[in-house]
C-alpha cells in the first residue's frame, strides 16, 4: 500500500518561507517520478513542482513558481521537499505531494498525499 504523507504547511506573511516535505512508503521511491501540484478554493489542480525519478536531477517547475520554489528529494530517506520562498498570496492552496513511474505535468498522478494547507496573508 503506497502512502504520500506531506508536513510543514501553515501561515506564512507575505513574502516569507516555508518548507514541505513528504515521505513514501509502499513504493520503490528511486524508480518514481515524485510532484507537488496545488489547489487553491475553486480552481483547478496546478502543477507545481517535480522530480523525475531517472536520476538526471532535472528539475521542472510550473510558471508561476519558477525562481520562488525548489524542489530536492533524498531517494535513501524515501523524501521529496518543496522549499518555497518570496511567497504570495497566490501561492495559498492545500499543497499534495505525488508519485508516478513518468513524470508529466498533468494531475492524473496515481499515488496522493492527503495535502497540507499552506496560507499566504499579511
Known amino acids: 500500500q503506497v502512502q504520500l504523507i506531506e508536513s510543514g504547511g501553515g501561515w506564512v506573511q507575505i513574502g516569507g518561507s516555508l518548507t514541505l516535505s513528504c515521505t513514501a512508503s509502499?513504493?520503490?521511491?528511486?524508480?518514481?517520478?515524485m510532484g507537488w501540484f496545488r489547489e487553491a478554493p475553486g480552481k483547478d489542480r496546478e502543477f507545481v513542482a517535480a522530480?523525475?525519478?531517472?536520476?538526471?536531477?532535472?528539475?521542472y517547475y510550473g510558471d508561476s513558481v519558477k525562481g520562488r520554489f525548489t524542489i530536492s528529494r533524498d531517494n535513501a530517506k524515501n523524501t521529496v521537499w518543496l522549499q518555497m520562498n518570496n511567497l504570495k498570496p497566490e501561492d495559498t492552496a492545500v499543497y499534495y505531494c505525488?508519485?508516478?513511474?513518468?513524470?508529466?505535468?498533468?494531475?492524473?498522478?496515481?499515488?496522493w498525499g492527503q495535502g497540507t494547507q499552506v496560507t499566504v496573508s499579511s
Open positions: 505525488a508519485a508516478d513511474r513518468n513524470l508529466h505535468f498533468g494531475s492524473n498522478w496515481p499515488y
Open positions: 509502499g513504493l520503490r521511491f528511486s524508480r518514481y517520478a
Open positions: 522530480f523525475t525519478w531517472s536520476g538526471d536531477d532535472t528539475p
